[in-house]
């Protein structure tokens, strides 16, 4: 059976002096109750970042989830939405909650509302990142408060009320949405604590069964094994901001989070390209179109 046709779709950019913000591919038919996000794959670096960063472009590039956008981008002909950050997990990263910010980096005391004890915050990951992924520090100096608010003014809550968009528009069609949120996951330089995850080929996360049916976690599980993966479930990763607070199966919202091992498809060091990328793109198209065949009666909320 040949498989079906691309469904048609539009692409949205929404950019602002500083660059890009996000961009959405929505399709002209929304046919699979699932939506795709990738908030960690934006390239876009402003000029002021850049410039108040001891590390040149390389080094704040080892945050990216690099190329997940175009990974997850072939499903979209299924007639599925995705939403994709174009500023850099670096810059700010919308997988946290809105205030997880560490004291140390800001000049003068922070507002009350701050969360400062949430252990990303203690890894130097808050939703201003101290740190990129490697550890190596960014700043130069320490940021005013109001850097960070105009961060979030800017990218985080636009990126947000797209993504809440999006489930609410995928719900009133079908009666539940099931988001799938798309990361990677290195490979190298992991500490000694983490080194089995280089062995998997993917790890899916839906907060030990909080966030979303079972079945959707079976259905990804069964079919990235079929497809020849190794696959773990909930460690080292179990869900982020996007997983925790979108997941409520009550409510007829499903959120699955799906890390794909860096070491499939990029180089890690020089972060380019390797040519499994393209297959690993068709596998994910039918890793979304598995998952979005789940059937309806056991996702439906709960009266």
């Known amino acids: 059976m040949r498989p079906a046709p691309p469904s048609p779709s539009v692409e949205h950019r929404v950019t602002d002096a ?19 996000a990738s908030p960690h794959s934006g390239r876009d670096y402003p000029l002021s970042f850049i410039a108040r960063s001891r590390l040149d472009p390389v080094s704040l590039r080892r945050s990216e989830d690099g190329y997940v956008d175009e990974i997850f981008q072939p499903a979209v002909g299924l007639g599925v939405p995705m939403l994709a950050a174009l500023f850099p997990r670096a ?8 205030f997880e910010l560490d004291p140390s980096m800001f000049d003068g005391p922070l507002p009350g509302h701050i969360n400062s004890r949430s252990p990303r915050v203690a890894a130097g990951l808050g939703t ?6 490697n550890g190596e520090e960014i700043y130069t100096g320490r940021l005013p408060f109001s850097e960070a608010q105009a961060r979030l003014d800017r990218c985080y809550y636009p990126y947000h009320q797209a993504l809440r968009g999006l489930i609410e528009a995928t719900r009133a069609r079908f009666g539940y949405c099931i988001l799938l949120d798309c990361h990677s996951m290195p490979s190298i330089g992991l500490p000694p604590e983490l080194a ?38 909930n460690a080292p990763y179990a869900g982020g901001y ?11 919202v499903h959120a699955l989070q799906i890390e794909l091992n860096r070491a499939l498809y990029m180089e890690e060091r020089s972060l380019s390209r390797l040519p499994y990328l393209e297959v690993l793109a068709g596998h994910m198209r039918r890793l979304v179109a598995a998952v979005g065949a789940v059937p309806a009666p056991v996702l439906l909320p709960r009266l």
């Open 18 to 36: 500083e660059g890009g913000i996000f961009r959405l591919h929505q399709p002209e038919e929304q046919l699979l109750p699932v939506v795709l």
């Open 242 to 252: 996007t997983t925790r607070h979108y997941g409520c199966p009550a409510d007829g």
């Open 91 to 98: 810059f700010l990263d919308p997988n946290r909650e809105a």
């Open 196 to 233: 089995a995850v280089g062995s998997l080929d993917a790890v899916l996360g839906d907060c030990f069964g909080s966030a979303c049916a079972p079945q959707v976690t079976l259905a990804a599980e069964s079919n990235l094994t079929a497809m020849g993966y190794v696959v773990g479930r």
């Open 128 to 133: 201003v990142p101290r740190v990129v992924a």
